[in-house]
């Protein structure tokens, strides 16, 4: 009998039946994790394109993940549902579950983000005490501090309760109702001294109301950092005035718990009562003998107008005596389910019935303080009662709003209202918005603006207090900040998400304000990284929230013992790219007693030196155009100057790891903006940003980089997106073309950032309200119109603008005028706008021949847009974006049906980044600068400069530890290196410098890759040959139904019409940018199938031909070991197409030649030949042989010996067709290649590095010298400039050191040391030229005398004008001498 089944049941049930359910829904979460993290990535058609990369052989796998997907609303609903069930009843959670919750916390999208909040509710609860715990810890220290007769309590036993960090106001009020009353009484004192501790209290008394409600009466004073303090808020750190330090307790000052200090401000004293009813019918019966407990004045005390929050409303300051100063808070519990607002307004009609009375006794404010029931036996999970630990609502009514409710601070406990630090929100008015969790405080900002303007800057600010939740510690650690810090940051994104979505207004900028409580001991340098980790992890989502401001506040310790520091965090990302986090203190200003911020650390923020209550700033132009351009996907064009400077401090730091730097400059970067003038000429100006009036920006950049530190020009030239969407019109394509010249005429390099909409389509406006139809018939329509007219008198408004052109018909017994043409007063509404579009691209395309073009690619590049990125060549595109010439709704219309889902599917990165047209992509706009700026760092700065060579940290003479194989490998280990694949942790060390490989044009035809990097730091461009098979695969069109994505397998080592175009073109881009270029040569020949010879294999090929034979820089070809070069491919590459600059080395294990051995052998080397070889080599063949030779043999012999030969030949064959294919080998070898010339040295793989580096560096001298002496004498050949050199080496150093002529390294030397000799010791070099240019022109002069002999007596005498009188003296003397007769 089989077992084994049932052993996997009572396996499936070991822990019971909620055990196996907790196993099964657990496998439900993980199967639900399985999908959705497939999603994650990026947008939607991304993640699918990934997953069909991921899942190649079998696409069912990915339909099913797909359609899962598709119900993600439905299945969120069913997990959360899930999570409940699993953790609901029992918070304490197993390692197994925790892992797969904070897995479910990870997700980032917002369509996961109901169940990552759920996950995180859990994990948090299975941390939280329970609210009974609490009770009863709160319970015991309340009963320990009532004296043995129960009469009173001593308030020192309850200081923990006060001054404890930990939050108990959702457990204190259910004390305000407690059977003893002596506990009563305690908790209303409590409660006063806890929510009052920032203030001074004076006085406490406790007395009974009639019908036995306790009521307790205090004084108190404004803390300093109160708004309400003076006219001008002065801001205070306050030393502690010792009447706290009586209870024998220490506690910290930050700006939530300030005493007064009286050395610096006259006090400012305040009366308050709190009392605390059953029900608010008991508080309207005991109304009037709650206010009498303020009939007597309080000591007069100068108090002072309201400053701070009144003005945010009102600034009707009323005399200073008049000023209301009580503050009366009642608590009330309600039993029924009242919601806030029938509370609200039941609390308000009140309110208003009593306001005389109020008014009368000088209440300032009221505050309702509603507990709520016991309301945790409706929650069904344990989760929802530590989670929902009610807190108690709170209503505050106010005099100076005639007693209506004061919405602001609804739920919110007035006492500690400036911990939230509302009154920085003064230039806006503030609406509160409902919110489903009592923590969060949400309000919506309008900017204050003058009467009558519209208002533009909406915001949300989203405020949180995040208080300890057990009474035991005092310290937070760290990882709660961390953890409470993160829900809190998730909590605020959700109620953003709800209001974000319900408002009808448009919100950005919006702001959250986390005000962090408990004293942290931790360095704050650790709390950068670990808040930058949690924005990077959300970034997408509070980037669609439009969250750029946020702003954390704690009081920190750096050691458990140390003074603690209130500390902020401000975080900032306006312009998408760049989170900028700045730390500072609170520091009191000595001389004014003003609390301000200080820069912690040594980075100084924008807000160093400035008030703590400095308000929030509104938004200006500038931003609302931001906030256009980036609803876009693209950055603000304003926004890339800065975005250049922050990609080049990233491009010091990460090339320091590459490359012994100099110290990055202070300054690293200026710039001024080019603007056309009135005449369409370039100037140079610095305007703000936001002041163009067209479409088009252009600047002129200084940038000091690692590759130029003393600085490099170019141009970026970018379009305006939100400027008509960025289209091209006539004043658009002349600055374009302006600048573009610019960068040609100074031959620097040009940058263009595409984001626009192609040409600009326009109709004439004027015309367009003004025109008629005649029709055929007016009562039909239908049956056609017969022209457009226009009548005399709106013809004569517009004739003179010669916006219309028409004829002068009379027609249906009135005058009109027939339009022929509209013209429109406008410029740019059609044709014009084309004929601008294509001078731009013939500028592009010039541009590209003589300068470096380079093209990044945001949002979108629609058709001029399209071409002038392709005419630019070097094509960066971020991810999101597209490059297409019609969109997928102009195509669909053609096709009258929907084909196209998007512009991406067309144009995006996985079309044209597979075809070659975009050399690279990037994640975002930021990531597409720093490219910009490393593809830079390769290039000279100018047309005229050489190469900008850096100083490696990767030693030239190392040798190369990887080695190719003859079996297939990824040649970009040949050229980067390698981790170790037996040794961990050890790196294989490739060809180039470490690091410095940047690839181009990835995906598209993989059987080649080309690139650049860096020798011993001079920059080269690469070309390599991939030895393994790549798959190419070629989409369906969706136009066509029939089609079908195919995939096509292509050989490594071969030349197919795809990988030659791209070697071409690769070869094209390199020779422009002045790079030297490496070919690790290896491959086996031309593809020439017949699908290839039609794909036009034939002229690829060509162009490479081509692209070598124009390249202007040195090119050194290396056949790596194991590799072989053959046949057509040998032909294309080989130095006789290019002699001034091609060389060609072979490895010792390399090979060359026509065909493969084994082809060589298959037509050279038959099996004849290979017989003719048995019978001279092999002794039995030739006995054999020999036997059968001789005549005297019978017939039965000669069989025999006929057999036995047959045999031998048969058995030998094999082996000797291996000799053969030896034999055929060996005329292929390095030795041969050498002997005939075709290469310049055979090296050794390790050591080629270093031949490399020396003899690069050397041509590249020669390379300066020739040219120096070719502006002296254009008309030498290159064979006698070399032997020139060569002759001033041997004169310079010797005849004994002729010989070092050869060694490139001594010949480096020499040359460098020749070409910055010092000043007066003239170099061997320098004369010689001297020599030669004086040459030549003698020789030109004498030549043009020659072809004109009648100028010569014209010219001779125009010469001697102009020299000296003792030169002319010296021509006469000659001139004498030759008259006269020659002595016999």
């Keep these: 009998m089989n077992t084994q089944s049932i052993v996997q049941l009572v396996q499936r049930y070991r822990s019971g ?216 808020p002065t801001l205070n750190r306050m030393s502690f005035s010792s009447n706290l330090n009586h209870y024998g307790m220490f506690h910290v000052a930050s700006v939530s ?218 310290e937070a650690s760290f990882e709660y900040l961390q953890n409470e810090g993160e829900r809190l940051l998730l909590e605020a994104m959700d109620e953003l998400e709800v209001a974000f979505n319900n408002t009808n207004v448009r919100t950005d900028c919006n702001h959250i304000f986390l005000n962090f409580v408990p004293t942290v001991i931790m360095d704050p340098s650790k709390i ?87 308000p929030y700033v509104t938004k200006d132009l500038l931003q609302s155009k931001r906030f256009q351009a980036q609803s876009l996907g693209t950055t603000y064009v304003y926004d890339l100057p800065e975005m250049f400077r922050q990609a080049l401090i990233k491009l010091w730091t990460s090339l320091e790891v590459q490359a012994e730097l100099p110290p990055m400059p202070a300054e690293l970067m200026t710039f001024t903006e080019l603007v056309l003038d009135s005449q369409g000429q370039l100037l140079q100006l610095n305007r703000l940003p936001g002041g163009n009036e067209i479409g088009m920006v252009a600047w002129k950049m200084h940038l000091k980089s690692p590759e130029c530190p003393d600085g490099r020009d170019l141009i970026v030239i970018s379009n305006d997106i939100t400027h008509k969407i960025g289209s091209f019109g006539p004043q658009e394509d002349l600055l374009f073309l302006r600048a573009s010249e610019f960068a040609r005429t100074k031959g620097i390099p040009r940058i263009y950032i595409a984001a626009n909409s192609g040409a600009r389509i326009g109709l004439a406006e004027e015309i367009r309200h003004m025109f008629h139809v005649a029709w055929e018939d007016a009562a039909d329509p239908y049956k056609g119109y017969k022209y457009l007219y226009l009548t005399p008198q709106d013809y004569k408004k517009v004739s003179a603008l010669n916006s219309v052109h028409c004829e002068h018909v009379e027609d249906e017994g009135e005058s009109r005028y027939k339009i022929t043409d509209i013209i429109g007063k406008e410029e ?82 996985q079309i044209m980044y597979n075809n070659g047209v975009t050399h690279t992509t990037v994640y975002d706009d930021f990531e597409g600068v720093v490219t910009v700026l490393q593809w830079l760092s390769y290039m000279p700065k100018n047309i005229s400069s050489s190469v900008p060579i850096l100083n490696p940290k990767d030693p030239v003479d190392r040798d190369i530890d990887f080695l190719p194989t003859k079996a297939p490998y990824d040649p970009r280990w040949m050229l980067s290196g390698r981790l170790h694949p037996t040794q961990k942790g050890q790196w294989q060390n490739g060809f180039f410098d470490n ?164 082809g060589t052998v298959e037509i050279k080397f038959r099996k004849k030949d290979l017989v003719k070889t048995m019978r001279r080599v092999d002794p039995v063949y030739m006995n054999l042989a020999e036997r059968l030779g001789t005549p005297e043999l019978s017939p039965c012999e000669r069989k025999e010996l006929e057999t036995k030969l047959k045999e031998r030949e048969e058995f030998l064959l094999p082996i000797y067709h291996q000799v053969a294919v030896k034999f055929a080998d060996l005329h292929d070898t390095p030795g041969r290649m050498q002997e005939k010339g075709v290469i310049t040295d055979i090296l050794d793989w390790p050591t080629s590095r270093t031949f490399f580096y020396w003899r690069l560096r050397r041509l590249l001298l020669e390379e300066t010298v020739k040219r120096k002496i070719l502006n002296a004498n254009s008309e030498l050949t290159d064979g006698q400039i070399q032997a020139m050199l060569r002759r001033w080496f041997v004169e310079a150093e010797g005849a004994v050191k002729a010989y070092l002529w050869d060694d490139n390294k001594d010949v480096v030397e020499w040359l460098e040391k020749q070409l910055v000799e010092e000043e007066g010791a003239r170099s061997v070099i320098d004369e010689n030229i001297k020599y030669i240019s004086r ?31 003792a030169q002319r003296a010296e021509i006469m003397r000659i001139l004498s001498s030759m008259d006269a007769p020659a002595p016999t």
């Design 1335 to 1365: 040459d030549y022109i003698l020789k030109q002069i004498r030549s043009l005398v020659q072809a004109n002999p009648e100028v010569a007596m014209d010219s001779i005498v125009h010469m001697t004008q102009h020299i000296s009188p």
């Design 828 to 909: 740019g509404l059609g044709v014009e706008n084309l004929r601008g579009s294509g001078m731009i691209a013939g500028e592009s395309s010039l541009a590209y021949d003589e300068i470096i073009t380079i093209n990044l690619v945001t949002c979108r590049a629609i058709g001029i847009g399209a071409y002038l990125v392709r005419l630019g060549q070097r094509t960066i595109q971020v991810e999101n974006s597209h490059i297409i010439l019609t969109g997928a709704g102009a195509l669909n219309k053609v096709l009258g049906r929907e084909v196209y889902t998007s512009n991406n599917q067309l144009g995006g990165v």
């Design 995 to 1158: 690091g410095s490989f940047m690839e181009m044009m990835q995906p598209w035809a993989q059987t080649v890759v080309v690139g650049r990097a860096r020798l011993g730091g001079i920059p080269v461009g690469v070309v390599a040959v991939e030895t393994r098979s790549v798959e190419l695969s070629i989409p369906a069109d969706p136009a066509n139904l029939d089609s079908e994505a195919k995939i096509i397998q292509q050989a490594g080592q071969v030349w197919f019409p795809d990988s030659a175009f791209k070697t071409a073109q690769a070869i094209k881009d390199l020779n422009r940018e002045g790079l030297p270029l490496m070919v690790f040569a290896n491959w086996r020949g031309f593809s020439g199938g017949m699908k290839d010879m039609y794909d036009q294999v034939l002229k690829f090929g060509a162009y490479i031909v081509d692209g070598l034979r124009e390249y202007r820089q040195p090119v050194l070809i290396y056949i790596p070991p194991n590799a072989e070069l053959r046949g057509g491919s040998w032909v294309v590459i080989d130095t006789t197409i290019n002699p001034r600059h091609m060389e060609m080395y072979a490895d010792k294990e390399s090979r060359g030649g026509v065909l493969e051995p084994e």
């Design 17 to 232: 039946i909620r055990g196996h359910m907790k196993a099964v829904v657990m496998d439900l979460l993980r199967q639900y994790l399985k999908v959705e993290i497939e999603f994650q990535q990026g947008h939607y058609e991304k993640c699918v394109f990934i997953l069909r990369e991921d899942h190649k052989a079998d696409m069912t796998t990915v339909l099913n993940y797909i359609f899962s997907h598709a119900q993600v609303t439905k299945k969120n609903l069913l997990v959360t549902m899930l999570i409940d069930q699993l953790c609901g009843r029992d918070p304490t959670l197993t390692d197994e579950l925790i892992a797969i919750l904070t897995e479910l916390t990870q997700l980032s999208k917002t369509t996961n983000a109901k169940v990552a909040l759920r996950a995180r509710q859990v994990l948090i609860a299975s941390h939280l005490p329970s609210y009974e715990l609490r009770h009863n810890q709160v319970e015991s220290i309340f009963l320990s501090a009532i004296d043995m007769y129960g009469h009173q309590f001593c308030i020192e036993n309850l200081q923990k309760l006060i001054l404890s960090e930990t939050s108990i106001f959702d457990v204190l009020p259910n004390f305000f109702y407690h059977s003893n009353q002596v506990v009563r009484m305690a908790a209303l004192e409590v409660y006063v001294r806890r929510a009052y501790i920032a203030y001074e209290l004076n006085s406490v008394q406790h007395r009974q109301l009639q019908d036995g409600a306790c009521i307790v009466e205090f004084q108190f004073m404004l803390p300093t950092s109160h708004p309400n303090r003076g006219n001008i």
């Design 528 to 614: 950068e990284e670990s808040v930058r980790s949690m924005v990077m992890r959300y970034g997408s989502r509070l980037w669609k929230l439009r969250v750029l401001q946020a702003e954390l506040k704690i009081n920190i310790r750096l050691t458990p013992t140390g003074k603690a520091i209130p500390i902020r965090l401000f975080l900032t990302n306006e312009s998408g790219y760049y989170l900028d986090i700045s730390l500072y203190k609170e520091v009191t200003n000595v001389g004014t007693s003003q609390i301000m911020f200080q820069a912690y650390g040594d980075k100084q923020g924008p807000l160093h030196g400035m008030l703590i209550n400095t």
């Design 257 to 474: 718990d300030v005493l007064l200090d009286t050395a610096f401000t006259p006090p400012c004293q305040r009366m308050g009562a709190m009392v605390a009813f059953r029900t608010f019918e008991d508080f309207a019966k005991n109304f009037q003998d709650v206010t009498s407990c303020f009939t007597d004045s309080p000591p007069s005390s100068p108090t002072f107008p309201e400053s701070g929050h009144a003005s945010l409303y009102d600034d009707d300051h009323k005399s200073v005596r008049d000023e209301p100063i009580h503050i009366l808070n009642v608590a009330i519990k309600i039993d029924n389910d009242t919601d806030d607002d029938g509370l609200g307004t039941m609390f308000g009609e009140f309110m208003y019935s009593m306001r005389s009375i109020l008014f009368d006794h000088g209440i300032r404010r009221l505050t309702f303080l509603v507990a709520q029931k016991d309301f945790r036996k409706q929650c069904n999970y344990e989760v929802d009662r530590r989670f929902h630990r009610e807190f108690p609502k709170f209503f505050t009514f106010r005099s100076r709003d005639k007693f209506q409710e004061d919405r602001i601070y609804r739920h919110l406990e007035p006492a500690l209202a400036f911990q939230l630090e509302l009154n920085r929100m003064r230039n806006f008015d503030l609406s509160a918005m409902p919110c489903a969790n009592h923590k969060m405080h949400l309000y919506l900002g309008a900017a204050k603006v003058e009467a009558g303007i519209e208002v533009t800057d909406y915001r949300f600010f989203v405020r949180a207090i995040i208080r300890h939740s057990d009474l035991v510690t005092k």
